[in-house]
């Protein structure tokens, strides 16, 4: 069966080349017994290729039964999937058929394996290899011939590097393995999956059909999408309920988006965009850092002056940094400049003490320690270097520009 055929039957939209290349491995290992471990973010659709896996083998006409390893309290998970025996433990009344006995001649669907208990892997790893197991507080052997498809959000390799996971099994399931590509990387589908589903539940709800502004469009594209498939249609059918003006416009679309989220995936496509959104103590840090290397770097001219009797031979260098931090230093009106000039041109090699002349005419004004002082002035000085580019004023600053915007309010700059 072509790939357009098998998305038309289990009803997949999007044509993305990693999509169809997932696709095309499910279609090729369905009709072998081969065990197929699917990896891919949560909602990116991993039990549909499940079914697509199931479907499409000679197991199709038998059972089919998907369980959430996650989701069952490890001191029941065995008797769940292995049964057990009248009596085997405290509550077991009467003897329980596990999902590898009703499932025989089928396909189990083992999601979340990477939350299966180590005791537990050991029994499907013989499951695995031999079809054999043995039912909670029972000696006697049972067969069974399933085929197992599992499935994980995490990176299991690594799960096996820090124990939590068997290597062998790891190997056993990973015969062929499929990966499912996380929405953000089908930029191409993203708007067909979301018109599909607002057409859907527009149909559901019997409201109006709703449109997006080419703004809106955009902004849809470049957000990352950490739920994937499941929270893009989220937000649709709650835009399809919710929305009373049907033409949808980007800051409607930021109002359904997590707060939390919108620092580290929104926009995807500012590449410069800092990655962390730093705090107001990490801003502080960073004054208070910048002080001390001003204060470091004075101490080191005084104490030249002292050793020297004068200025030292290294005196262009201060020069330098002296101008610089008089520079950030905002003098009373009328005031003149605070200047450190050199009276002759430089040469290191026959330099007097009288060569510089320090001219220091300011009244002295004590500066000023509070850290909210020192802040709001940093932010003015980044917007006035940059004209009053944010985007750039926050680079310079070291955070990201939804930090920038809120400092701006807070400081009522």
Known sequence: MEVQEIKQRFGIIGSSPLLNRAINIANQVAPTDISVLITGE???????????????????????????CGAIPEGTIDSELFGHEKGAYTGAVGERKGYFETVNGGTIFLDEIAEMPLGTQARLLRVLESGQYIKVGSSKVEKTNVRVIAATNVDVYEAV?????????????????????PLRDRKEDIYLLF????????????????????????????????????????????????????????PVILNYIPAEATGRNLPMRLDNQPKEDF?????????????????????????????????????????????????????PQGSQDTQFTLQHPVNNNNISNDTFNITHDAEEVEESLSLVEKESDLIRKALKKHKGKRKLAANELGISERTLYRKIKELDL
Do not use: C
């Open 42 to 68: 949560s909602g990116s659709g991993k039990e549909v290729f499940s079914h697509i896996i199931h479907q499409m083998s000679p197991r199709k006409h038998g059972p089919f039964i998907a369980v959430n």
């Open 161 to 181: 590097k820090n124990g939590k996971f068997r290597e062998d099994l790891y190997y056993r399931l990973n015969t062929v393995p499929l990966r499912i590509p």
């Open 195 to 250: 018109r599909k589903f607002t057409a859907d539940f527009t149909d559901k709800y019997r409201t109006p059909p709703i449109q997006l502004d080419e703004e809106a469009q955009q902004l849809l594209v470049n957000y990352s999408w950490p739920g994937n498939v499941r929270q893009l249609k989220n937000m649709a059918e709650q835009l399809a309920v919710l929305e009373r003006d049907r033409l949808i416009t980007a």
């Open 279 to 331: 705090s107001e103590r990490d801003i502080l840090y960073k004054v208070l850092f910048d002080m001390k290397r001003d204060m470091n770097e004075l101490k080191k001219l005084v104490a030249d002056i002292i050793e020297h009797g004068g200025v030292s031979t290294n005196y262009a260098n201060h020069s330098q940094t002296l101008n610089q931090l008089y520079r950030d230093i905002e003098l």
